[in-house]
């Protein structure tokens, strides 16, 4: 079955979109994403694959997660994400511990955004939320983000504790692509309920990055977002 969907994958390959999103995704030396090999898939077609493959099995998903081809990874995590909505509660321990275990192979963001939430995040919303602090408080920018952006999913619940709490943690974030991620959870959570967003905004817009303080006003009217950014 692995070979099967490394064939599948290579037949959907398009260079001219792997050079596009070469590019976007930051891969030249230096760049967060050096390393990462792209075949040109858009996300869609990797979409389907899981129906023909959602019986694979996490060793087949294990070698698909480690390969450097980022379509094999992303696609390993949608056949993942199947998996765990279709288990019971042992089973899905089994994927959640599954991803924690990879979390150096969930390596870029989008793979990071396609899943954690709905996996981590899903799995945690009425568990400890320990693993969360800890991941917040790693030295891989992947897990930090891992960690913040699990919490959407108890965001779309109305809950924002652990929300609040990460994106505290990481105000002093040095990596852009935290800021961009806290900016985006407190922007999710004024979509719901913006006095909870403006009380933490109002206690820490001065120390936050400029990035992350952008993104969570970006929603605001003209005249609110100039009051935050002139702090």
């Given at each position: 079955?692995l070979?099967?969907?490394?064939?599948?994958?290579?037949?959907?390959?398009?260079?001219?979109?792997?050079?596009?999103?070469?590019?976007?995704f930051?891969?030249?030396?230096?760049e967060?994403g050096?390393?990462?090999?792209?075949?040109?898939?858009?996300?869609?077609?990797?979409?389907k694959?899981?129906?023909?493959?959602?019986q694979?099995?996490?060793?087949?998903?294990?070698?698909?997660?480690?390969?450097k081809?980022?379509e094999?990874?992303?696609?390993?995590?949608?056949?993942?994400?199947?998996?765990?909505?279709?288990?019971?509660?042992?089973?899905?321990?089994e994927?959640?511990?599954?991803?924690?275990?990879?979390?150096?192979?969930?390596?870029?963001?989008?793979?990071?955004?396609?899943?954690a939430?709905?996996?981590?995040?899903?799995?945690?919303?009425?568990?400890?939320?320990?693993i969360?602090?800890?991941?917040?408080?790693?030295?891989?920018?992947w897990?930090?983000r891992?960690?913040?952006?699990?919490?959407?999913?108890?965001?779309?619940?109305?809950?924002f504790?652990?929300?609040?709490?990460?994106?505290?943690?990481?105000?002093?974030?040095?990596?852009?692509l935290?800021?961009?991620?806290?900016?985006?959870m407190l922007?999710?959570?004024?979509?719901?309920?913006?006095?909870?967003?403006?009380?933490?905004?109002?206690?820490?817009?001065?120390?936050?990055?400029?990035?992350?303080?952008?993104?969570?006003?970006?929603?605001?009217?003209?005249?609110?977002?100039?009051?935050?950014?002139?702090?």
């Amino acid at each position: 079955m692995l070979n099967q969907i490394k064939n599948d994958l290579q037949k959907l390959g398009n260079p001219k979109l792997a050079k596009i999103l070469s590019r976007f995704f930051k891969m030249g030396k230096g760049e967060y994403g050096y390393g990462d090999v792209f075949l040109g898939i858009k996300v869609g077609p990797q979409r389907k694959i899981v129906k023909k493959y959602s019986q694979a099995t996490l060793k087949d998903l294990q070698k698909l997660l480690s390969s450097k081809i980022h379509e094999e990874r992303l696609t390993s995590l949608f056949i993942l994400i199947d998996k765990y909505k279709k288990a019971d509660e042992k089973n899905k321990k089994e994927v959640v511990d599954f991803y924690l275990k990879n979390t150096k192979n969930i390596n870029n963001w989008d793979l990071i955004d396609l899943s954690a939430g709905k996996i981590l995040g899903n799995y945690l919303l009425e568990k400890d939320k320990s693993i969360l602090y800890k991941l917040a408080k790693s030295n891989s920018v992947w897990e930090r983000r891992i960690a913040i952006i699990s919490t959407f999913e108890f965001i779309r619940n109305n809950k924002f504790e652990s929300t609040l709490k990460i994106s505290e943690m990481l105000l002093e974030d040095k990596h852009d692509l935290v800021h961009k991620a806290v900016g985006w959870m407190l922007r999710e959570i004024g979509k719901r309920n913006q006095a909870v967003e403006e009380k933490f905004l109002k206690k820490h817009c001065k120390k936050m990055p400029r990035t992350m303080l952008r993104y969570a006003i970006e929603r605001f009217d003209e005249s609110k977002r100039k009051y935050y950014l002139s702090k």
